[in-house]
Nanobody
Framework: QVQLVESGGGLVQSGGSLRLSCAASGRTFYSFTMGWFRQAPGKEREFVTAIAWSSGFTSYADTVKGRFTISKDNDKKTVYLQMNNLKPEDTAVYFC???????????????????WGQGTQVTVSS
């Protein structure tokens, strides 16, 4: 079991930046994939980005490519989501997720992740 705690959400103007953090604890997770998903009111949870902890392979949704960057700190057991040039349509609750055994295809699917954080709200005003 892996425990995940997100932080760093808030209110920002369009064009601004935020950095989210996801601190992981619990069992050894160096074989895990860490993902970020988001869910806006009335919409389904959608994939944002993910990183394979051991290889560093990353995947991004087309809607955030070039604006968002996922990274990790092995010593702090923390994954970061740097969000630049934020848009009102980025407004959502952002969730961190983790699981092992994921492939480059399945890492984009929320149903493949068994460990989730509580979520952090990101609001982008126009």
């Amino acid at each position: 079991q892996v425990q995940l705690v997100e932080s760093g959400g808030g209110l920002v103007q369009s064009g601004g930046s935020l950095r989210l953090s996801c601190a992981a604890s619990g069992r050894t997770f160096y074989s895990f994939t860490m993902g970020w998903f988001r869910q806006a009111p009335g919409k389904e949870r959608e994939f944002v980005t993910a990183i394979a902890w051991s290889s560093g392979f990353t995947s991004y949704a087309d809607t955030v490519k070039g604006r968002f960057t996922i990274s990790k700190d092995n010593d702090k057991k923390t994954v970061y989501l740097q969000m630049n040039n934020l848009k009102p349509e980025d407004t959502a609750v952002y969730f961190c997720a983790a699981d092992h055994g994921l492939t480059r295809t399945t890492m984009t699917r929320s149903r493949e992740y068994g460990n989730w954080g509580q979520g952090t709200q990101v609001t982008v005003s126009s």
